[in-house]
Every structure is written in structure tokens, then in C-alpha cells.
């Protein structure tokens, strides 16, 4: 009899909110053959222990040796990543007081930072001073208070921080990522790598046998 292919893809991190991890935790299956589609997503890979740790690096040879010991008529295909990044998330921590005061006080350090950044660099160039000049240049006398230049000038600081940021109160202007999702997104992929690559160079990636 012809063994069955089984595609399997990897994540490169996988967040669990149970001890024992399975297969379908960390990766997509696929195979011609329903039944162990279904037998290969809820086999066991790993089980978490120690109470501290809370991450786990595991190789896709380990994850296929274990697959093809529970399912010997099965050919692997790994389509995915070479490692994944298991990290066990505690789904209340979210829900305390102090994680809502670190997320206020993070908001206000960014607005107030933001803010101050901004007015630190007019200062700086002192766009006062340069407004003043090209009024007077155009109208031919002094301006007295606040001119259209500075109205305009305010109107188009707030209508770009909205269109380079894609968001205005809660929703989404395009269905583009946000500049700061796309660096996120780089951001965490580069400690993901940072961190299976420790933990190889360590030796306490789950390896097969």
C-alpha cells in the first residue's frame, strides 16, 4: 500500500493557552486522508512543566519523527517553518489593574512624547520666525498673531499624522498595514529568530532523536 502525504506548515511562534501542546497548535495540516488529518492535529508534541518557563523551542524533525512514529503509512512534507517558538500565555493577565495603568501610562508617555517632540523641532527651525518672514515677504507688513500659515500648516500636521498612521479614532482608513504594523511586525519576526537561534546555539531546542 502507497503511503499518504501529509503537508505540514509551521508556524515560526505559536501561543498556546494550555500546558500540553499539539500539533495543530503550532502548524497546518493537510492530508487526502481525513482521519489522520484529524489523528496528526491532536498528537502531543510537548507538555509544559516547569512553572517559569514559559517559552519552548521545538524543530519540525522532532515535530515529524513524532508524526511518523504515530502514523508510520504517512509521508511528511514540511512546508513551513524549521522551528517554531512556543510561548504559554496566561489569558488573565490582561485583565488586571496594573496591566490597564501600564497601558494608560504608556498611552500618555507616547502622546506627551509625541507632542514635545514636535515643538522641540519647531523650536529648533524656528517656524515662527519663518512663518513671519514669507508672510511678510507675500502680504508686504508684519503679521499680527496667528496668520493663515500657521492655520494651514496645523491643519495639514493633523491631516498627515492621520493618513501616514491609516487610522482616525478607531477605524481604519485603507486596508493597508500601518506603518507601525509593518514595523511590529519586522520587530517581532527578528525576536522570534533571535530567540530560536539562542536556544539552538544553548541546546535546548527539542531536536529529534
Do not use: W
Not at 493557552?17 to 500539533?23: L, S
Not at 517554531?84 to 502622546?111: C, D, P, W, Y
Not at 506603518?179 to 531546542?205: C, F, H, Q, S, W
Amino acid at each position: 500500500m502507497s503511503s499518504k502525504v501529509l503537508y505540514l506548515k509551521a508556524e515560526q511562534n505559536a501561543e498556546v493557552m494550555q500546558a500540553q501542546v499539539c500539533v495543530k497548535d503550532i502548524a497546518s495540516v493537510y492530508c487526502s486522508d481525513s482521519s489522520i488529518t484529524s489523528k496528526v492535529k491532536a498528537l502531543k508534541i510537548y507538555q509544559f512543566q516547569e512553572e517559569k518557563r514559559k517559552r519552548q523551542v521545538i524543530s519540525i524533525l522532532r515535530v515529524i519523527e513524532l508524526i511518523e512514529k504515530e502514523c508510520p503509512a504517512v509521508t511528511v512534507e514540511s512546508v513551513g517553518e524549521n522551528a517554531t517558538l512556543i510561548e504559554l500565555v496566561n489569558t488573565g493577565r490582561h485583565k488586571t489593574m496594573a496591566q490597564t495603568v501600564r497601558l494608560i501610562f504608556v498611552m500618555l508617555i507616547s502622546f506627551f512624547g509625541t507632542g514635545f517632540t514636535i515643538m522641540a523641532f519647531h523650536n529648533d527651525i524656528s517656524i515662527n520666525r519663518l512663518f513671519s518672514r514669507v508672510y511678510e515677504q507675500v502680504m508686504g507688513y508684519t503679521p499680527q498673531g496667528y496668520t493663515i500659515l500657521e492655520i494651514a500648516y496645523s491643519l495639514g500636521l493633523a491631516v498627515g499624522i492621520i493618513i501616514f498612521f491609516n487610522h482616525i479614532g478607531g477605524r481604519r482608513l485603507t486596508k493597508d498595514p500601518t506603518p507601525i504594523e509593518v514595523e511590529m511586525r519586522v520587530y517581532e519576526t527578528d525576536v522570534n529568530k533571535a530567540l530560536i537561534e539562542t536556544a539552538d546555539r544553548e541546546g535546548k531546542t527539542i531536536d529529534a532523536s
